[in-house]
């Protein structure tokens, strides 16, 4: 065989290395907790558990990465247990919300009015009333809403905070989830945007800005710098007809997080380049203009996992089963189920034997009587046994909140901030 007619090495297709957990005497360690020790303290599995030392440093880490003087707005819908809502509302600059629900939640964790926004199709009249007397921003998403607010504003004399949702003619790049550009149920197309401004101006509502949102779990640097700059020049277009200066400029987030094998952490030293270079032309051309990023799994679905017991392991014409008391009624995203085309494995380990033991490869199912509940199909794992305690990485978003709990009649999951 000549060089030439050699194949080049095949990249091994492998997790990013979850690191973020120690490991420490063959356990996982959460919160500062070994894993066993920890389920004990929770007092039953499934669970999910949520490291609020690895939400602080994921903070802190975006705060050195990216200008001083951009907001960084946590979008709540990714986690939006109380306890997480109230912990990161410290340590954030606003809270984004996309039901009255919500709204409530970030209201009673303290979040300042001022810095929450409500984006979201489909409010309904009630919601827009409890935005307008609130007092948080409204990130407008059709004609009808203006109307709404203005017989409000008519009726109670009470002018609510609006934004305009823009929905963009370009799309991000590269996302797994792609909310702008085309048709869309989000926001205001493009075209129609000076129509609404219109109305909002003689509305009597206090127009603040605008919202872009492209789209969602982007791992390319490049994809988000390419839409950041895109939205910035569609907002400074816009702002030609503005009633008033525009205060806030959310250019969306999209920040993905490595989730599957061959996927790598995200670059941030190009965004925050490129975010250096938007805000040095925003103090000129929109001089009231803070900029705001708005992020929900890239803050929290690191920092969380969702851990449930073994409670069986069968073997089935060889291959190895480990059937546990959690599954796809918990956790919806890591069984393929929540949005994905093709089905992959989350990053999944033993964390009650999380050592250099033995391993094998099996599959981790849950209880329900359908092929659908598989955590993991196949992976190279820990040897586990009945009680060992298996881990799903990478959950502290779309977990808990975006799984159908009560489908089969299971115990409900319990959260827990650590
Ligand atoms: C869902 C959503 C987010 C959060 O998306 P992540 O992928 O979790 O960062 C942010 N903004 C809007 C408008 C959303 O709908």
Do not use: W
């Not at 129609?192 to 390319?220: D, K, T």
């Not at 941030?268 to 938007?278: C, E, M, Q, W, Y």
């Not at 009945?386 to 808990?400: E, F, I, M, P, T």
């Amino acid at each position: 065989m000549s060089p030439s007619d050699r194949q080049p090495p095949v990249r091994a297709v492998v997790h990013a290395p979850m690191n973020q957990f120690p490991v420490h005497d063959g356990q996982l360690v959460v919160g500062g907790m070994a894993l066993t020790r920890l389920a004990d303290r929770v007092g039953q599995t499934p669970f999910y558990a949520y490291d609020r030392g690895l939400l602080r440093q994921r903070v802190a880490e975006l705060r050195s990465a990216l200008p001083s003087g951009i907001k960084l707005h946590y979008a709540m819908k990714a986690n939006p247990m109380p306890a997480v809502v109230g912990f990161m509302a410290g340590l954030v600059d606003g809270i984004d919300v996309a039901s009255a629900g919500e709204l409530k939640v970030a209201l009673d964790a303290g979040a300042d009015p001022v810095e929450v926004s409500f984006a979201g199709p489909g409010k309904r009249d009630v919601e827009l009333r409890q935005a307008a007397a609130a007092g948080v921003l409204i990130n407008l998403e059709s004609l009808r809403e203006v109307d709404v607010l203005a017989d409000i504003a008519a009726r109670d004399g009470r002018g609510a905070r609006v934004a305009v949702r823009v929905n963009p003619d370009f799309e991000l790049k590269g996302s797994g989830m792609k909310m702008g550009g085309g048709p869309k149920q989000f926001g205001v197309d493009v075209e129609v945007v000076p129509q609404l401004l219109g109305r909002i101006a003689q509305a009597g509502l206090s127009f603040e800005g605008f919202h872009l949102f492209a789209g969602s779990q982007n791992l390319r640097a490049d994809s988000i710098c390419e839409a950041q700059r895109k939205s910035y020049e569609l907002a400074l277009r816009l702002a030609e007809a503005v009633p008033a200066p525009v205060k806030f400029l959310n250019l969306g987030g999209g920040f993905g997080i490595p989730y599957f094998p061959g996927e790598q952490r995200l670059d941030l030293a190009p965004i925050g380049d490129n975010l250096r270079a938007i805000q040095d032309r925003a103090r000129s051309e929109l001089p009231e203009a803070s900029i705001v990023i708005e992020l929900g799994r890239y803050f929290v679905g690191e920092a969380g996992v969702y851990v449930a017991r073994v409670v069986d392991r069968k073997v089935s014409r060889g291959q190895v089963y480990l059937v546990t008391d959690g599954g796809l009624h918990h956790h919806l995203s890591a069984s393929g189920n929540f949005g994905q085309v093709v089905r992959k494995n989350y990053p999944v380990t033993i964390g009650s034997k999380a050592g250099d033991g033995e391993r094998e490869v099996a599959s981790v199912v849950g209880p329900l009587c359908t092929p659908l509940d598989l955590l993991a199909d196949r992976m190279d794992l820990p040897v586990a046994d009945v009680g060992d305690l298996v881990v799903v990485y990478q959950s502290g978003a779309y977990g808990a909140s975006a799984s159908p709990q009560s489908f089969l009649g299971h115990p409900a999951c319990v959260e827990v901030l650590v």
